[in-house]
């Protein structure tokens, strides 16, 4: 820590205000221990919350600083590197989280200049030796002197598109390709990628599931608008969607008991679609596959509750299976088990192959397509991540397959896009198993709470194969970009 009096040429040392304090330490952890933010932040705001004064806009503050901070961090870093003598990922990791965090609120908060470098160095004197600390405070000057339309200029100015679109818009360049490609392998024009990538860097509402047979959406905003005084909105996706402004969800009485959750309207619609794609002959018996951390299973089993359908839960790592099993508490009709998934079932197990009537495989994945939920989750990820998840992935789509009877349905899904984790995997079976795409746009449509926003060319696969899988955009439809696709057995 500096030590250096005021008198020999810095400010005598500061008490940074408490909400850029949990915001570096948020980031800190992210970057230092791969924490998750959103979890990391809720940790944080309760702590400080418990320690000092810390009112609604001082976590309103927190969060933007934390989340902004990671989506733009792409942009910030192409900003920084300019004033660096090494390269980025060279530098103390302390010191690029106190330069992001400086730089964010220098050209994207309201936040005037002298504040920003003045509390940012300030927090740098806390943590840091003097030398850091001086570079810190001169790389932020000088970006202070920089004008902002000559800023954009040189960002434009990038000769490779991917890559300016990149920098433009805070995404990896690999990402950014695989957007485009996955936009005309589902039928839309290349030429939305950039609305995709604007989408991911738009906050998303707090939305939260009212679980059928369990609680009313309409008493689940009552109790969102009086306790979290926040403005609710029915969802325009799910029936069972409560759209909040803002809020803590885990404050609601209906969340902690398990009545309602936090989840993703493009998730409902899976669920909702998983649920109710027409089937042949009984339909008591259904099974996700892999269920962590529950948000599908619970909505699966209040839907299957009503029509006296029982639920198989599997997860493969025990801590996810117990967060399925709170999620689902309330529900008698879900049965909570753990194991490896493209194992499932078998001679030593009481489920043999052909049991089920309703397969859900909700497979692991890139998570391209909520990386607004997850800024973080964009720069952890890597293009060589690909080739062991879609092996992953086609182990188990084809194991739910073999654990399907004929006549009944499998519903793959993935919160990607990418073309290898949606199109390629359902093409592949197509051509190699006993099975059908259903019209998986169709259902979509017909179950939606508004109309969705699909254009024809939209959820075609090649060959001479019927029926379409669904595709769904945050630009368009305000979900996460989540894939579907209902396969019967033939």
């Known amino acids: 820590m500096a030590t250096r009096s005021y008198r020999d040429g810095y400010r005598k040392l500061q008490t940074t205000d408490a909400p850029r304090r949990v915001a570096f330490d948020v980031l800190t952890q992210v970057s230092r221990d791969g924490a998750y933010a959103n979890l990391a932040l809720t940790k944080a705001l309760r702590q400080i919350r418990r320690e000092e004064h810390f009112d609604a806009r001082d976590a309103a503050f927190t969060s933007e600083l934390v989340h902004g901070t990671l989506r733009a961090q792409g942009r910030l870093d192409w900003v920084i590197q300019r004033f660096l003598t090494r390269d980025i990922t060279q530098t103390d990791p302390m010191v690029i989280d106190l330069l ?3 730089t964010y609120q220098l050209l994207d908060m309201r936040v005037p200049d002298h504040a920003a470098v003045s509390t940012t160095v300030d927090l ?9 600390t001086r570079m810190v405070n001169a790389v932020l000057r000088s970006i202070t002197r920089e004008d902002r339309d000559d800023l954009d200029s040189q960002i434009n100015a990038i000769e490779d598109p991917d890559e300016r679109l990149g920098v433009q818009t805070s995404h990896p360049t690999w990402i950014v390709r695989a957007i485009e490609d996955a936009l005309v392998a589902h039928g839309y024009d290349a030429q939305e990628v950039g609305a995709v990538l604007l989408g991911n860097n738009d906050a998303p509402l707090v939305t939260l599931v009212a679980r059928p047979g369990l609680i009313d959406p309409a008493d689940v905003a009552d109790e969102a608008e009086d306790i979290l005084q926040t403005r609710v909105a029915p969802g325009a996706v799910s029936e069972y969607a409560v759209i909040l402004e803002h809020g803590d969800p885990a404050l609601l009485p209906s969340v902690r008991s398990g009545l309602a959750g936090a989840q993703d309207e493009g998730s ?16 008591r018996l259904w099974l996700d596959l892999c269920a962590g951390p529950g948000g599908k299973a619970s909505l699966l089993g209040a839907l299957g509750a009503s029509r006296g359908a029982e639920l198989i839960a599997n997860e493969m790592h025990t801590h996810r299976a117990r967060l399925v099993e709170r999620a689902t508490r309330q529900l008698s009709n879900v049965h909570v088990v753990a194991g490896d998934g493209r194992s499932f079932g078998g001679q030593t197990s009481q489920w043999a192959p052909g049991d089920f009537d309703r397969v859900i495989v909700d497979a692991p994945c890139t998570g391209m397509g909520s990386l607004r939920r997850r800024p973080e989750s964009r720069w952890r990820r890597q293009l060589e991540d690909l080739n062991d998840l879609v092996t992953l992935q086609r182990e188990l789509l084809t194991r739910a397959i073999e654990l399907v009877r004929p006549g009944g349905t499998v519903t793959y899904i993935t919160c990607s896009p990418h073309r290898a984790e949606t199109r390629d995997q359902v093409e592949h079976v197509l051509n190699t198993l006993p099975v059908e795409l259903v019209d998986t746009v169709a259902l979509a449509q017909r179950l939606s709470a508004e109309p969705l926003d699909i254009p024809d060319s939209a959820g075609y696969v090649s060959g001479s194969h019927s029926g379409r899988t669904l595709q769904l955009w945050n630009h368009r439809m305000g979900t996460d970009d989540m894939f579907v696709a209902v396969l019967v057995k033939l």
């Open 100 to 102: 992001r965090m400086g």
């Open 124 to 132: 740098a004197r806390q943590h840091l030796t003097e030398g850091p």
């Open 268 to 283: 409902q619609l899976a669920a909702i679609i998983a649920a109710q794609a027409p089937i042949e002959g009984n339909d």
